[in-house]
Every structure is written in C-alpha cells, then in structure tokens.
C-alpha cells in the first residue's frame, strides 16, 4: 500500500515500521488488543470507564456500559479491567 509506505517513511526512527489501514475506530480497538496479548503473552487489557471503543466483539467488551452496548450479545471476552481516565 503506497499510503501505509508514505506514512512509515514520515514516521522518525531507525527501526522496522509496520502501518495497518482500517476502516474505523472499532478495527483499531480490536486489532490494538490483539497484537497487545499476542506481544505480551497476557490475556488481560485496560480500559477506560465510560470509553466507547466500536462495535466490533472486542470492541463491545471493552466499555463498562451494558445498555445498549452489550445487552443480548451474550458473553463478552474477559480479562478486562477497567480503569478511570486521568484528568
């Protein structure tokens, strides 16, 4: 992808730089917490009270809120803590 190369070469550093393009915000939750548990070897994420990060699976997960985000979807992935935001 000529963009994801224009931006890693814009990005200052000498190191390996991988750029992934997505569609919106709830890709981004979900693929952040994936290479995160895959990087780390933990299952376990932080989140922020009242963030409202998509509607993808993970995504639904990661807020404190059940209605309307949750209700009827059934288990959600686990291992999630949430945390307040710092002001």
Not at 15 to 30: L, M, N, R, S, Y
Not at 69 to 85: E, I, L, N
Request: aromatic content about 8%.
């Amino acid at each position: 992808m000529d963009l994801a190369a224009r931006l890693n070469d814009l990005l200052p550093g000498d190191f390996d730089k991988k750029t992934i393009v997505v569609a919106a915000e709830a890709e981004v939750a979900g693929d952040a917490v994936t290479i995160a548990r895959a990087a780390t070897g933990r299952s376990a994420v932080i989140a922020f009270i009242r963030a409202l990060p998509g509607r993808t699976f993970m995504g639904m997960a990661l807020p404190d809120k059940v209605m309307p985000y949750k209700k009827r979807f059934g288990a959600m992935p686990g291992d999630v803590f949430r945390v307040s935001f710092p002001t």
